[in-house]
């Protein structure tokens, strides 16, 4: 079992930056990593994912240069630095870890932990 633990949410301005983090303990091996994202009434939505090597990135169109996907693996931890925030991000957003470590998957059916989440608010 791996137990993931989302922080770094807030409220924050549009425009402004946070950064989210997610740390991993328990059974940590290799596991590439992924950032989703729940806005109030809508579907979880894929935002970004990291192979474990880091090699392999992807995001959504609609984060492509604001947000980057980092990970730090000896601190079994992955990273979110989201930059240029829109009032349309607020969310709570969720990592999650797949078994597949070398894949960067953007189903929510393809990973296998996922942590409670961390609200980020961002006004206008």
């Known amino acids: 079992q791996v137990q993931l633990v989302e922080s770094g949410g807030g409220l924050v301005q549009a425009g402004g930056s946070l950064r989210l983090s997610c740390a991993a303990s328990?059974?940590?091996?290799?596991?590439?990593m992924g950032w989703f994202r729940q806005a109030p009434g809508k579907e979880r939505e894929f935002v970004a994912a990291?192979?474990?090597?880091?090699?392999?990135?992807y995001y959504a169109d609609f984060v492509k240069g604001r947000f980057t996907i980092s990970r730090d693996n000896a601190k079994n931890t992955v990273y979110l630095q989201m930059n240029s925030l829109k009032p349309e991000d607020t969310a709570v957003y969720y990592c999650?870890?797949?078994?597949?470590?070398?894949?960067?998957?953007?189903?929510?059916?393809?990973?296998?932990?996922w942590g409670q989440g961390t609200q980020v608010t961002v006004s206008s």
């Open positions: 999650a870890a797949d078994r597949d470590s070398l894949r960067v998957a953007v189903q929510i059916y393809e990973y296998d932990y």
């Open positions: 328990g059974r940590t091996f290799a596991y590439a």
């Open positions: 990291i192979s474990w090597t880091g090699v392999s990135i």
